[in-house]
């Protein structure tokens, strides 16, 4: 069992997606995703496998989380720094979490 201690250790923030682009060169279907985190943090990158349910243009301007105090991870030859959440539908395709009001970017998960 995990304590929450160990939750305390994820940096879990709410950011803005501020510009998204296919990456077909991905093993796996995926969008690039640029996330706002504010002032603290500043804007992130991440490859998110959505594009059953959402489009590069359609996500910008969405609202997210992410795990922001995960290493970098090299995906294909785009860098990831943060991990962007998210829950599978019905048949394993991804759903976004995001807030169900619009809050500051950079608020932490508690």
């Known amino acids: ?4 201690d160990d939750f305390q250790k994820l ?3 709410v ?3 501020t510009r998204a682009e296919p ?5 796996k279907p995926a969008i690039k995703l640029w996330v706002d985190f504010g002032g603290e943090i500043g804007e992130k990158r991440s ?6 349910h959402y489009t590069p243009e359609a996500l910008v301007g969405k609202q997210v989380l992410g795990v922001v105090n995960f290493p970098p991870r090299q995906i294909g030859k785009f860098v990831s720094e943060v991990l962007i959440l998210g829950l ?3 048949d394993g395709a ?3 979490v995001t807030p169900d009001v619009p809050v ?7």
């Open 1 to 4: 069992m995990a304590d929450y």
């Open 11 to 13: 940096d879990i923030r």
């Open 15 to 17: 950011g803005r997606v």
């Open 23 to 27: 990456y077909p060169e991905a093993r």
């Open 47 to 52: 490859s998110a496998q959505v594009t059953v």
């Open 88 to 90: 599978p539908d019905t």
């Open 94 to 96: 991804v759903v976004l």
């Open 104 to 110: 500051p970017e950079g608020g932490r998960l508690h």
